[in-house]
């Protein structure tokens, strides 16, 4: 399991790490249930100090509570789309805390599977390497390793997680060899948490490594010169400043942090702790439900928030505490951590009480990992693999610090209570299970069906869709992505039944989402789509309803206001339509697009100056870009300037148009068309067959040049 959950991923997914690695996670958690019920069997099951037995069960009870009264219940149980931290997977989680924290383990047998644990994180941290010095085959979408974790954030917290162990091991060996095996995966974890450049899981580590060698050093100080002492603290303080230091460098959006356009990965996360913390008054009691914080955030983001993370809904805080509290509200904050305090208490106390050297220092190692984890979590989240490796250290740990084994009998009462509630328990896991293989089938359809041409490819990508909805078990995001599909498919082919069958989708969708505000902006561009096409006449009262839906639900997003200002622009009001747009451009300066519907909307309404002017501010920013759009603007730009009479002004632009896309036939015809107008009948008739020369079938270039031929042949 240890193995499998840090190693595997497919790339044929959209979703290429959570997936594979959650169902491993509850394929073997039956497993482990079943070799649980033998232990239980054998009377090697004792049962969990009542402290940590009766907060672990009072979490438990509660996350079930906030989950009754989610905002979106269905995302509460199953997890937002592609993190999956929701009721039945962290209940999963809890379920192998139990096993492992009340199974009869040797305190060899704990160490055997540790050390299975940080084998498995070598061969992660070597592939972190290779990705660092840049000889990785696989291309990827970040800059910083992230190994076969996925993220490289949760990869340095998975890391992190074991460098105390790996610490702990090399203190205690004795021999040369050993001790130069434990050096070197010591140093490979080390250097692979480095390669992620990720602060908070870093400085957690330091600090886990820290404690151990201070606790180490002070329970070993008459065995140690004083000044060997010193000399260690000496280097380990400038070596944390320097290695901070160094992941400052590494990260170019630290350099700036104080500038308004600085960091804004520092701003989101600023802004993500201001929408929880207004989650956390709203909704103080239950919480708003687990990972339900995605679901709401759209009534919480702010303004500013439009202009560094556009057209993102975040599905973490990045603060599990706050996130914690965002989700399950102050009674879940206050028993999860009352649960974590149980068991670091648990764990101390034995740390106090062993007189054994070897027993005592690997305590020190699961405190220390512990607590690592629990300093990354203010910056952290949480991550299917991450948590599945937490929650064993939690359970191992207990089960290691417990006195010694005394045989225990359990009356035939509690046996059967416990058979049946493993048994029942590892029912539910495999029907999960059962769901996550079935949503493997979907994500790979689904990413398939997206890498295919909607004009060349349509049956195998309507296919794809088809057999990705009936493995999706009603999940809105994927009925989202078929309804795109479909859309895309309308936009090429004006088929009427696309548009149906997309509409269909997209409010499918919306029903089983109502909180997704993309699902109602794609709804309604399809019907802007459909207008313009005259496939319909008029706007549906479904579309147009859905527009101060998205407006009220999300008054923060500069996407929803351009939606509903195409729309009415595709109507032809274009009174209404302005306003909406400008809102937009308030929300989002810098989208060149919305400034190019400005345009279109200033033009239909007789403001030529008002046109010109959005045209140019739009064509600045999308040359900028590299957006392909400016070639259509640099068109309706120089022909606003034609419309206006000012025809010097076109051909200077047209000019310019032609020295970047010399091979666009379209300037050169508006070229000769400003020409014309100024009477430069030889400027205009070698722009027109400079057209006709690129495109044949231009009819304009064609008539242009028929006129001026004309001219000439009058003078």
């Known amino acids: 399991m240890f193995f499998l959950v840090a190693l595997v991923f497919n790339t044929r997914l959209d979703i290429q790490f959570t ?125 910083r390793s992230a190994s076969t974790i996925g993220n490289p954030v949760i990869l340095a917290a998975t890391l992190g997680l074991g460098l105390p162990f790996a610490l702990v091991f090399l203190m205690l060996t004795r021999r040369r060899a050993e001790r130069f095996v434990w050096g070197a995966i010591l140093l490979i974890l ?40 010193a000399a260690v603290f000496a280097a380990a303080v400038p070596g944390l400043v320097l290695g901070y230091r160094q992941v400052i460098r590494g990260r170019p959006d630290l350099q700036t942090v104080t500038s308004q356009e600085a960091d804004p990965a520092i701003r989101d996360r600023l802004n993500t702790f201001a929408a929880a913390t207004q989650m956390v008054r709203d909704h103080p009691l239950t919480g708003v439900g687990l990972e339900n914080f995605s679901v709401l955030y759209p009534r919480y983001r702010s303004a500013e928030s439009e202009q ?20 399950t509200g102050i009674p879940g904050l206050f028993l999860y951590l009352l649960f974590l305090w149980s068991v670091l208490l648990f764990l101390w106390k034995a740390y106090r009480r062993l007189a054994d050297t070897r027993a005592r220092w690997l305590v020190l190692a699961f405190l220390a990992s512990i607590s690592g984890y629990l300093i990354q979590d203010l910056s952290g989240w949480l991550e299917i693999s991450l948590s599945a490796f937490f929650w064993i250290i939690l359970g191992l740990g207990v089960a290691l610090c417990r006195d010694q084994p005394v045989a225990r009998v359990y009356s035939r009462r509690v046996r059967l209570t416990a058979y049946a509630t493993a048994g029942v328990c590892s029912i539910v896991v495999v029907w999960l299970a059962v769901r996550s293989v079935a949503m493997i089938r979907a994500d790979a359809l689904a990413a398939h069906a997206q890498k295919l041409s909607v004009k060349d490819d349509w049956p195998s990508i309507e ?28 936009g090429t082919s004006s088929e009427r039944d696309t548009y149906e069958r997309g509409a269909f989708l997209l409010e499918e969708a919306h029903r ?55 729309l009415k622009w595709a109507e032809g009001k274009f009174g209404e339509a302005l306003p909406l747009i400008e809102r937009g451009i308030a929300l989002r300066p810098m989208q060149g697009r919305f400034r190019v519907l400005e345009g279109d909307i200033r033009r239909a309404l007789n403001d030529g100056s008002g046109a010109i002017d959005a ?52 300037a050169y015809t508006l070229l000769g068309i400003a020409h014309h107008a100024m009477n430069n009948l030889g400027a205009a008739r070698q722009a027109f067959a400079s057209a006709l020369q690129l495109n044949p079938a231009d009819e304009n270039a064609k008539q242009g040049l028929q006129q001026v031929e004309e001219q000439f042949s009058k003078n």
């Open 190 to 229: 080390l250097l692979a948490a480095m390669t992620t450049r990720s602060r908070g899981p870093l400085i957690a580590s330091s600090l886990a490594l820290l404690l151990i060698l201070g606790i180490v050093a002070w329970e070993t100080r008459e065995r140690l010169n004083r000044w060997v002492i």
């Open 463 to 490: 296919t794809d869709i088809s057999e990705a909805l009936k493995y999706s078990s009603g999940d809105a995001v994927y009925l989202d992505k078929a309804g795109l599909r479909y859309s895309d498919r309308y």
């Open 19 to 143: 997936l594979p690695k959650l169902v491993i996670i509850q394929a073997f958690a039956p497993i482990l249930a079943g070799f649980w019920v033998l232990r239980l069997a054998r009377n090697e099951v004792r049962p969990l100090p009542v402290v940590v037995f009766a907060a672990g069960i009072a979490l438990s009870v509660w996350w079930v509570i906030s989950s009754v009264f989610a905002v979106h219940p269905p995302t509460a149980l199953n997890g937002a789309h592609g993190r999956y931290n929701g009721l039945w997977n962290q209940e999963t989680f809890f379920f192998l805390f139990l096993i492992d924290a009340s199974s009869q383990f040797e305190r060899t047998g704990i160490e055997r599977l540790i050390k299975l644990l940080l084998a498995a994180l070598v061969p992660v941290s070597l592939y972190a390497l290779v990705q660092y010095v840049g000889w990785d085959p696989l291309p990827w979408r970040v800059d």
């Open 308 to 327: 560094f993370t556009p057209d993102e809904l975040p599905t973490m805080v990045h603060n599990g505490y706050l996130q914690a509290a965002a989700t």
């Open 512 to 566: 089983l989402d109502p909180f997704n505000p993309y699902f109602l902006i794609h709804r309604v561009a399809l019907e802007t789509t459909a207008l313009q096409k005259a496939t319909i006449k008029r706007a549906s009262r479904t579309a147009s309803d859905m527009i101060p839906i998205v407006l009220a639900m999300d008054r923060n997003n500069a996407a929803g206001y351009a939606s509903a200002a195409q």
């Open 615 to 666: 045209y140019r501010r739009g064509l600045a920013l999308l040359l900028d870009s590299g957006d392909p759009e400016s070639i259509a603007t640099d068109h309706k730009l120089i022909v606003m300037f034609a419309q206006a009479g000012s025809y010097q002004a076109a051909v200077d632009e047209a000019q310019r148009l032609i020295a970047r896309a010399p091979a666009d036939a379209m």
